[in-house]
């Protein structure tokens, strides 16, 4: 009731669990996805890897009870664009799908702050180079900071063209398949 009674967004399905997930993602093609963790059958989290390996485009936020480090963690090294607690308000849980459509990558703050947490806590070495040029490192040090595409080309000035560009050769080099991942991968091996 609340996302189809606000103009400009609209349910296209909601489903009981993941069984059938890949098919219903083709067919119904959302800009974004609520996905909980907990479901009967396939669960959540296998959910949204079945959905990575044919989709990369679409937003998939976790809407979930769940806040604890494994199920975070797995969550987003699985290509999830964002975490949020069924506890988010009504009007944040609207912004945050509006800015999961627009490149964003929301989290609530709690998550948040662990996730900060958890990446503080892995140690790594540094010596890791993917061949980044400035400009590629520049685009990912934004997405690191939460920018969306059309943030990111009004920071640097360029076209969200050529934004895009700029982050499948990011995600080419880095080996991933999400800006989750990529922001993963950025703070495991210090990047930015």
């Known amino acids: 009731m609340l996302i189809d009674g606000t103009d400009g967004f609209q349910v296209l399905g909601a489903f009981k669990n993941c069984g059938n997930v890949a098919y219903e993602v083709g067919s119904y093609n959302p800009d974004v996805i609520l996905m909980d963790i907990d479901m009967p059958g396939i669960n ?24 604890d480090n494994k199920n975070i963690f797995e969550a ?75 943030m990111i080309a009004g920071e640097m000035f360029i076209a969200m063209d050529t934004v895009r560009s700029h982050i499948k050769k990011i995600y080419e080099k880095l080996h991933v398949n999400s800006k989750s991942e990529a922001v993963a991968k950025a703070f495991r091996d210090r990047l930015v």
């Open 76 to 150: 987003l090294l699985s290509g999830a664009n964002g975490y949020l607690l069924k506890k988010t308000p009504p009007a944040k849980l609207l912004e945050y799908i509006q800015e999961a459509s627009t490149g964003g990558a929301p989290m609530t703050a709690s998550v948040a702050a662990q996730v900060l947490k958890m990446f503080s806590q892995i140690n790594v070495p540094t010596d890791q180079d993917y061949h980044l040029s400035s400009r590629e490192k520049q685009v990912l040090q934004l997405l690191v900071k939460g920018y969306s595409y059309k």
């Open 44 to 67: 959540g989290l296998e959910g949204l890897k079945i959905i990575r390996k044919q989709n990369t485009r679409v937003s998939i936020l976790m809407l979930t009870v769940f806040d």
